[in-house]
């Protein structure tokens, strides 16, 4: 697929890159389309294939991570067109099934659809330009992608209703206290800040990373009790890994592990 409204590339050793996807519509802040969902769900894919790729980062630009859905393509839309078509969810949830990390690198505006892309990621790091909105009520809609169920898990309900009822933004500095964030970095050195947790994640066992991720999502899906379990039953599954064998021998013998992601 020849992209026109994202950029992809890697970066690495050979052996373990990680593949970097910058959204890039600058006239339109990032305003996420049809097509560019389509090309970012694609080039997800094709790193989630590629063995060679063991994490993913999604940027935009100093201005914008992404100012929202298309506002100018949703504007024409009516009822019977959006609730027919099931409008755009075929695309918006291609990142959800990904089972490689993926590490959301925002500067500038992350608004609407913009701010549940971000969210849709595993970890924020944001830059200290970075702003948070959910202001789809300004314009006579709610979120609809996620925005009202994983903005109050990040930061409560407070907050959560705070954005969604007035649309105001929420600062870099604001976003981390609340717990939107993991990080906040001068602009400047986002993306290497953001790279090198990529590449201590590439630096890990593939299945254990993987098993990582998978059972902290569970926390949202599940019950204390079941989460736990589902942990459990993760956690005694690695036992069944080389990575766990090497990992262990190498702390032992004082040396770094060389992980086979076997
Ligand atoms: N859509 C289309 N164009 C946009 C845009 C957007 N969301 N945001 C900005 N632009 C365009 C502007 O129209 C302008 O275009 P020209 O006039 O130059 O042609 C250009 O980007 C630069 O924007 P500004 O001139 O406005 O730049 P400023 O620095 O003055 O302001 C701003 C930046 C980000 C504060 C402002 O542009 C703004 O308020 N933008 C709209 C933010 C917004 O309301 N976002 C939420 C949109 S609703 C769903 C999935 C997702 C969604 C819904 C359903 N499903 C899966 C079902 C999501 C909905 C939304 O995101």
Not at 91 to 107: G, L
Not at 165 to 187: C, F, I, K, N
Request: aromatic letters at 6%.
């Amino acid at each position: 697929m020849r992209y026109e409204m994202i950029e992809t590339r890697t970066e690495g050793p050979d052996s373990r890159q990680v593949g970097i996807v910058t959204l890039n519509r600058p006239k339109q802040l990032n305003a996420l389309n049809d097509q560019l969902m389509d090309e970012l769900g694609h080039a997800l894919q094709a790193f989630e294939a590629d063995d060679s790729v063991g994490c993913i980062i999604l940027t935009g630009s100093e201005k914008a991570f992404a100012a929202g859905a298309d506002i100018s393509a949703m504007a024409k839309f009516d009822f019977a067109d959006v609730y027919k078509n099931d409008f755009i969810t075929r695309n918006w949830e291609q990142i959800r099934s990904i089972r490689k990390p993926v590490i959301a690198a925002v500067s500038g505006f992350a608004l609407g659809g913009g701010c549940e892309l971000a969210m849709m990621c595993d970890f924020i790091i944001a830059a200290d330009n970075a702003k948070f909105g959910q202001p789809e009520i300004k314009i006579g809609i709610i979120p609809g992608a996620g925005g009202t169920q994983r903005l109050p898990r990040a930061v409560g309900k407070a907050k959560a209703m705070d954005m969604a009822l007035t649309g105001r933004m929420m600062d870099a500095v604001e976003a981390e206290r609340a717990g939107l964030v993991s990080r906040v970095v001068p602009l400047a050195q986002l993306m290497d800040e953001t790279l090198g947790a990529a590449l201590t994640i590439c630096s890990f066992g593939e299945p254990s990373v993987m098993a990582a991720k998978e059972a902290v999502n569970r926390a949202f899906e599940s019950g204390l009790s079941d989460g736990v379990m589902f942990e459990r039953r993760l956690f005694h599954s690695l036992f069944a890994t080389q990575d766990q064998k090497e990992g262990m021998d190498a702390f032992l013998n004082k040396r770094k592990a060389a992980f086979t992601n076997r």
